[in-house]
């Protein structure tokens, strides 16, 4: 065990893997050279070449397109978008190509590429460059999604990622990055996709996040049980596809409340397909209706006062879990 | 595609228009100074890519497009906001993010727009934009309005699909857009030649554009360029490509560690300075005296003193108009 940030984390399991397995090799917008956008990838070009991490100029969806043929030809490449925001860019591929070669092919092509970026607001960038879209990304049929919390997680998340044969779209709230934890060094520590978490126990109410969205569930927690007495369970999802509904499930028919937190837009969010199944599987557990806490329903605006307004906060999550209370 | 350097000395512009270039490029240079140290104060926030080093490329540039022709920047776009007349005390309040700002506090840095004076935004997407252009080419056009696009970029659009799409386009369309390439050699921490394997006018080039090459760091040359750029559009003969070769002084944006450069690279290219190549012209040009230059600079350090001050004294937006501007109603002006 060693105490490190999960940007740190990150770079151990992609150093790892890469002294694991040659045929990994990493590539996008200034990961090399510059060291990567939020320092993750930093000196793994210095130690593993240039053949292993390569600089790419500016064109996400070209750069996919080549990850998802190096896949096909037998490589395992990973691919960073630097931002979440820019992978709209290479949308196409991702949903196209990636998500849908195995199963048009009839088995025949399979694509084992990790598709890393930054996502999440909260940093004044304004509305181009502020998206959460882990909740997008889950609704394609073919990809897993990934969205770890922590720096343990992170590492063995992405080492999963890269002994798996599929597209891994693997996304990183950009607010986690500093948050430092402690990290098994085992090479072979590995996190299973699809097993939450349960970051801590209770039995009034469920409180379900993922990636950035896990840590407003926890403070609000603290402050249930500092302020109202209340006992939250939290549920850290940790991947989005596969997903863990078990964990979550029998975490309700517990504490018969659910409240769901993340920084995506609540219309048409993943928040809502998870309280369809939570509707569906606990609907006679429940002692109330399902709650969702997300993102206001505008752009995010530079402003930091707007966009303190419009970001889900964990008095946001407080409010939701009293307004359960409330007879 | 041709290459050319102009030099000062063989330019038919005016002391008057040459006094004005030199006092826009001192205002920018002293706005994006000012701006650095707002950010390392946390009144500025977000990212934010300054411009110094670039201010020829939006001042020779700005000055040849008439009132009624548009912009489309990317996101160092400062420059181009104060070059093409936006108030600075507004460009500033938008970096405050206050509600008197071009954007209302909601776009930020990156985010700049003044349809008033024709200025339609910075993009944060690279070459996001570049297809916006030839759009606005496509309305000048059927509108008959003969307005010219003015679409600046950097040198890392070249990679993006959307870059080609729109050259191409725009030649099959015969838009009147003059495509400006900001070519500081470096899209963030990538140099350039290692993100193209040719040569950005020849990429122009090979989609049947008019192209040139210029130095970025020569105010009139730039501008010369752009002015011959503007007059083909304008005659109905459709886009032009400019290639500016110029160089940033500070990191991509705040945060950058800078590991990709030697120190000696931006010392070189201060030698260069446009600032300083216009000043000492002029002033052997017996068009421009010390004292003349002393009244410049505090002309400048007051205009961003005076924004700096307007900006801090400016409202914030209050947090029920959030859902502003999300759908335009009839009601709406
Ligand atoms: C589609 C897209 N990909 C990546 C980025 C991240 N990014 C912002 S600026 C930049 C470099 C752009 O370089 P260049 O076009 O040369 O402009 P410069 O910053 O040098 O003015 C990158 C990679 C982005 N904003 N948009
Ligand atoms: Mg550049």
């Given at each position: 065990?060693?105490?490190?940030?999960?940007?740190?984390?990150?770079?151990?399991?992609?150093?790892?893997?890469?002294?694991?397995?040659?045929?990994?090799?990493?590539?996008?917008?200034?990961?090399?050279?510059?060291?990567?956008?939020?320092?993750?990838?930093?000196?793994?070009?210095?130690?593993?070449?240039?053949?292993?991490?390569?600089?790419?100029?500016?064109?996400e969806s070209g750069i996919v397109g080549?990850g998802i043929g190096?896949a096909?030809?037998?490589?395992?490449?990973?691919v960073?978008l630097?931002?979440i925001n820019f992978s709209f860019l290479a949308l196409d591929q991702i949903v196209n190509s990636a998500a849908k070669l195995y199963h048009m092919s009839?088995?025949?092509i399979n694509v084992?590429l990790v598709i890393?970026m930054?996502?999440?607001?909260?940093?004044?960038?304004?509305?181009?460059?502020?998206h959460?879209l882990e909740g997008l990304y889950a609704h394609f049929p073919g990809l897993k999604v990934?969205?770890?919390?922590?720096?343990?997680?992170?590492?063995?998340?992405?080492?999963?990622?890269?002994?798996?044969?599929n597209t891994v779209i693997f996304i990183?709230?950009?607010?986690?990055?500093?948050?430092?934890?402690?990290?098994?060094?085992?090479?072979?520590?590995?996190?299973?996709?699809?097993?939450?978490?349960?970051?801590?126990?209770?039995?009034?109410?469920?409180?379900?996040?993922?990636?950035?969205?896990?840590?407003?569930?926890?403070?609000?927690?603290?402050?249930?049980?500092?302020?109202?007495?209340?006992?939250?369970?939290?549920?850290?999802?940790?991947?989005l596809r596969?997903?863990?509904?078990?964990?979550?499930?029998?975490?309700?028919?517990?504490?018969?409340?659910?409240?769901?937190?993340?920084?995506?837009?609540?219309?048409g969010?993943?928040?809502?397909?998870?309280?369809?199944?939570?509707?569906?599987?606990?609907?006679?557990?429940?002692?109330?209706?399902?709650?969702?806490?997300?993102?206001?329903?505008?752009?995010?605006?530079?402003?930091?006062?707007?966009?303190?307004?419009?970001?889900?906060?964990?008095?946001?999550?407080?409010?939701?879990?009293?307004?359960?209370?409330?007879? | 595609?041709?290459?050319?350097?102009?030099?000062?000395?063989?330019?038919?512009?005016?002391?008057?228009?040459?006094?004005?270039?030199?006092?826009?490029?001192?205002?920018?240079?002293?706005?994006?100074?000012?701006?650095?140290?707002?950010?390392?104060?946390?009144?500025?926030?977000?990212?934010?890519?300054?411009?110094?080093?670039?201010?020829?490329?939006?001042?020779?540039?700005?000055?040849?497009?008439?009132?009624?022709?548009?912009?489309?920047?990317?996101?160092?776009?400062?420059?181009?906001?104060?070059?093409?007349?936006?108030?600075?005390?507004?460009?500033?309040?938008?970096?405050?993010?206050?509600?008197?700002?071009?954007?209302?506090?909601?776009?930020?840095?990156?985010?700049?727009?003044?349809?008033?004076?024709?200025?339609?935004?910075?993009?944060?997407?690279?070459?996001?934009?570049?297809?916006?252009?030839?759009?606005?080419?496509?309305?000048?056009?059927?509108?008959?309005?003969?307005?010219?696009?003015?679409?600046?970029?950097?040198?890392?659009?070249?990679?993006?699909g959307?870059?080609?799409?729109?050259?191409?386009?725009?030649?099959?369309?015969?838009?009147?857009?003059?495509?400006?390439?900001?070519?500081?050699?470096?899209?963030?921490?990538?140099?350039?030649?290692?993100?193209?394997?040719?040569?950005?006018?020849?990429?122009?080039?090979?989609?049947?554009?008019?192209?040139?090459?210029?130095?970025?760091?020569?105010?009139?040359?730039?501008?010369?360029?752009?002015?011959?750029?503007?007059?083909?559009?304008?005659?109905?003969?459709?886009?032009?490509?400019?290639?500016?070769?110029?160089?940033?002084?500070?990191?991509?944006?705040?945060?950058?560690?800078?590991?990709?450069?030697?120190?000696?690279?931006?010392?070189?290219?201060?030698?260069?300075?446009?600032?300083?190549?216009?000043?000492?012209?002029?002033?052997?040009?017996?068009?421009?005296?010390?004292?003349?230059?002393?009244?410049?600079?505090?002309?400048?350090?007051?205009?961003?003193?005076?924004?700096?001050?307007?900006?801090?004294?400016?409202?914030?937006?209050?947090?029920?108009?959030?859902?502003?501007?999300?759908?335009?109603?009839?009601?709406?002006?």
């Open positions: 065990m060693a105490e490190m940030r999960m940007r740190e984390a990150l770079r151990e399991a992609l150093r790892e893997e890469m002294l694991r397995d040659e045929t990994i090799f990493l590539m996008g917008e200034d990961i090399g050279l510059y060291g990567g956008s939020y320092a993750v990838t930093k000196g793994l070009l210095e130690e593993f070449g240039e053949a292993r991490v390569i600089d790419t100029p500016i064109a080549a190096a096909m030809g037998g490589l395992r490449p990973m960073e630097m931002t009839n088995g025949q084992p890393r930054a996502s999440g607001g909260g940093s004044q960038l304004a509305a181009t460059h502020s959460s990934v969205c770890p919390s922590n720096a343990a997680d992170a590492k063995g998340l992405l080492k999963r990622a890269f002994r798996d044969d990183e709230h950009t607010a986690n990055y500093a948050i430092k934890g402690e990290v098994p060094d085992d090479p072979d520590f590995l996190i299973e996709f699809g097993v939450a978490n349960i970051l801590r126990e209770g039995t009034d109410v469920t409180i379900v996040g993922y990636g950035g969205s896990v840590h407003q569930a926890t403070r609000a927690a603290t402050l249930l049980e500092e302020q109202e007495e209340i006992s939250a369970e939290v549920i850290d999802l940790r991947t596969p997903l863990d509904m078990d964990t979550v499930i029998a975490s309700v028919k517990k504490t018969n409340r659910c409240v769901i937190v993340e920084d995506a837009w609540r219309f969010g993943f928040g809502g397909e998870l309280a369809a199944q939570v509707m569906e599987h606990a609907f006679d557990w429940l002692d109330a209706p399902v709650a969702r806490v997300a993102c206001k329903d505008v752009p995010l605006p530079y402003n930091r006062n707007l966009e303190f307004a419009a970001l889900p906060s964990e008095e946001d999550v407080v409010d939701a879990v009293l307004g359960m209370f409330k007879e | 595609m041709t290459t050319e350097t102009t030099s000062p000395a063989g330019t038919s512009l005016g002391a008057e228009q040459l006094g004005k270039f030199l006092y826009e490029m001192m205002l920018i240079r002293r706005f994006e100074e000012k701006c650095g140290e707002l950010y390392t104060k946390g009144k500025i926030r977000g990212f934010l890519h300054l411009y110094t080093g670039q201010e020829a490329c939006a001042v020779g540039s700005m000055a040849a497009l008439e009132e009624r022709d548009k912009i489309v920047t990317h996101y160092r776009d400062h420059g181009h906001a104060l070059a093409r007349g936006l108030d600075p005390d507004r460009v500033m309040a938008e970096l405050f993010g206050k509600a008197t700002g071009v954007s209302g506090g909601r776009g930020g840095s990156m985010h700049l727009y003044d349809v008033s004076k024709g200025f339609l935004g910075g993009y944060a997407i690279v070459a996001a934009h570049l297809p916006l252009a030839v759009g606005l080419g496509m309305a000048s056009n059927m509108k008959k309005e003969g307005f010219v696009t003015l679409c600046v970029f950097g040198d890392g659009s070249v990679g993006e959307e870059f080609h799409e729109a050259l191409n386009l725009s030649v099959l369309w015969n838009t009147p857009t003059t495509f400006f390439c900001e070519n500081n050699l470096y899209g963030m921490g990538v140099p350039f030649h290692a993100s193209l394997s040719t040569d950005i006018p020849k990429l122009a080039a090979a989609y049947n554009m008019p192209a040139v090459s210029v130095d970025g760091m020569d105010v009139i040359a730039v501008h010369e360029a752009t002015r011959k750029a503007v007059e083909h559009a304008r005659s109905g003969k459709g886009p032009y490509f400019i290639e500016a070769m110029t160089y940033r002084y500070r990191g991509h944006s705040m945060s950058d560690p800078e590991l990709y450069r030697l120190k000696d690279e931006i010392e070189e290219y201060r030698q260069r300075d446009a600032i300083e190549r216009l000043k000492t012209h002029l002033m052997e040009a017996g068009q421009l005296d010390e004292a003349r230059y002393q009244e410049l600079i505090a002309r400048v350090e007051q205009v961003v003193d005076e924004a700096v001050e307007f900006s801090e004294q400016s409202p914030q937006p209050g947090i029920d108009t959030l859902y502003d501007h999300l759908y335009k109603e009839p009601s709406d002006g």
